[in-house]
């Protein structure tokens, strides 16, 4: 099966940043073929014809908590949420139901908005990895590793064992890789940070975790450690090459120099971290050091939009002004992290994250139709100032066509919406506990 | 002529923050009737049933340059471009028609993002005020006081005497204010500062200029006068009620004090502030005080969105940050303040801001279908913190419905937009003399 799309604004996003104005791409089965400029050198199956939109590869969205859907727009300006009402309502509510179809709404809203990989962690990832399977989007998928009672194991580190099983069940599926991952420094006591992190070098994942986040993590291990999170992190041999260190948003720079030298990387989340009065990660400290440094929307409790858009405009607006320097970060820089950034961050940079012969054929195209993009001389302005989720009007997932004119081809959203509806009846009961702080 | 809407979430933005979950609104001609809980109590020759959308007052955008439509993504991370190429560029490019293209534009997008009510400063304002007429959107079109040449005048100050003209053609029309403006405080001599504000004070208009937004502004007037440009405004007796200060990035509490006690107004471009790395302005310090603020997108070649949406968010998660705080600026004070607090800020808050009996029918609707907008505990939050342009479906502006399922209902954009193409050319080859630069 050959599909061949001409007449595209092609950003390959290639190590040269190629970028073909009115180009072509050749998608045979799963992969990209080729791809160039001006009219396509075979003829496909199927052809299309872009119009001139703006086709980049899929976004890549390095930290999220998909299943979190039923707790967006629950007390985001509170104060402490996680520990006040996040924690304990997940762990008397979350269902396997409710995880499976809020992961499916969410996948449904990471593929309307062109986000075509995503790294999750959270509990019953299994029925994370079911509607993952079903949307046809790729997934790296966490159970998480935490000290306390969860909604999926009665026992404190239940994930680990939960987590062999979810691994040994779903490795070798072609687009999800099974995981566990701890939930945080501070979460996990240091013989568990080890265990997990043994358990992902035995079936050679990422490993992935929150870490120098919050100011208590801080505080608590300046006072019990007087060391910070990263630096214990590499005292328990725990930075490392498969090491993806969520948010690093209070980091000295010895703190960057260690994570630079052992070759981990970074899952920046500027929405949710800013939404929450947190910080600014030091992104330009870490880039310098050659850190590889990806985008994640964080769950959508957290960051609330599951999209690329959301987090390219705040990562401009942050960072130029955290610095105080407008040419800091092009545009072009900025798609390169949401894109090509973030399958290095995860180690899959031979397979996704630019459009490249061989790699697999995950793209985004983005409409210029719409008020907001236009005019358009530089597609990645666009991209980063002006473009939003509604733009996206089509995505392929290793060649499979999921979003055509913005809408889902393989599922229908109202009936997922319904589904999830008749799920959240018990969560929004218990919800109600909490109801003087949210 | 009388529309019913039931089946709102209404968020009337009244001083009680008044809203109805299951609410209806009566429009009478142009203005609003009544709007409460329940099913209408009246009928109307048009009733619409708005299906559990959000329903709130049009946006008030209390700072831009509309007619910067043909700028949008060029140059976008060049540093000090607004004396690199956008002067030079306009000063050459900028025609009558290329002004009412680009307005008219501008102004559609402003409408399909919900914006009924926009504050503009620039040059051909004449053009501005045309496209504005015809639109049926509400402006107060300031014409540009500036000491240089100009695209509309080869003398410098020649705005003065164009805008006394323009405002005498324009005064009286119902949806149209007509004044002058200074372009900034380090822009205008002295003398023409005052002869700007007295012709503001003679024709009732407010006030505006660019203040405390440059770096090279805050050091010319401390090294010129020793003052900060606040101080200097007041030394000249031009803070008062009628003022209106756009920027004030960097501002000291003195400053803030003094803006407060003369009931000066701020407009405050998040957007267009941060992404040129310039700051944040102390907007706490602001409301703090008392000092109506309002929020405006700025330019398309500075803020690149004209969406209110794009404001919400950035100013969530800046303001939370700049001081530490999540549960500092709730979404519903946000949302306030691109309604109530722009209406205030322009001394128009009798007229416009907030859904309440008397007050102009000026009403966004927001649907909640879209995937982003599910699930919604909060309409405050779904606004500040998933919303985007695409989520306005309906929008009136003194009772005419002018956006209706998300397409304009007077003007074709595909044939605004045919025809700023075609006025275009010369503006885009002119352009390349800088393209060194951008």
Known sequence: MRTVIEHAWVLTMDPENTCYKDGYI??????????????????????????????LPGMVNVH????????????????????????????????????YWASLYGIAEMLLSGITTFLDMYYFEEQAAEACDKAGIRGILGETVIGQKTCDSKAPYGGLI???????????????????????????????????????????????????????????????YHMTPTAFLDSLGLLAPRTLLA?????????????????????????????????????????????????????PSSGNTLSMFTQFRLFASFHKTANH????????????????????????????????PGREADLVMVERGSVNMFPCYNPYSALVYSAERANVSRVWVAGQELVKDGVLTQMDLNEIRRRLWENMGDFIKKSQEFSAII
Chains 1, 2 share one sequence.
């Open 325 to 356: 320097d407008r040419s800091l970060f092009t545009a072009r820089d900025i798609v390169r992290l949401g894109t090509a950034g973030g399958a290095r961050a995860l180690g899959m940079e031979n397979l996704i994250g630019s459009i490249e």
């Open 247 to 299: 948010h690093c948003i209070h980091m000295t720079p010895e703190d960057l120099d260690l994570v630079a030298a052992k070759g981990a990387s970074v899952a920046h989340c500027i929405g949710s971290n800013t939404k929450a009065g947190k910080g600014v990660a030091p992104v330009k400290g870490m880039t310098e050091r050659g850190i590889p440094v990806g985008l994640g929307t964080d769950g």
């Open 64 to 99: 999220c908590h998909v299943p979190m859907i039923p707790f967006r727009t629950m007390g985001d300006d509170c104060q402490d949420r996680l520990r006040r009402f996040l924690f304990p309502l997940e762990e008397k509510a979350m269902t396997p139901a409710l995880v």
């Open 26 to 55: 050749i998608i045979e089965d799963t992969k990209i073929l080729k791809a160039g400029e001006g009219p396509a050198p075979l003829r496909g199956d199927r052809c299309i014809d872009a119009g001139g939109a703006i086709l």
């Open 162 to 224: 939960y987590g062999e099983e979810f691994i040994q069940k779903w490795q070798g599926h072609p687009r999800i890789t099974p995981m566990v991952c701890p939930h945080a420094t501070n979460t996990s006591a240091p013989e568990y940070l080890q265990r997990t992190f043994a358990l992902c070098e035995k079936y050679h994942t990422p490993f992935t975790l929150h870490a120098s986040e919050m100011d208590y993590e801080m505080e608590e291990f300046s006072k019990n």
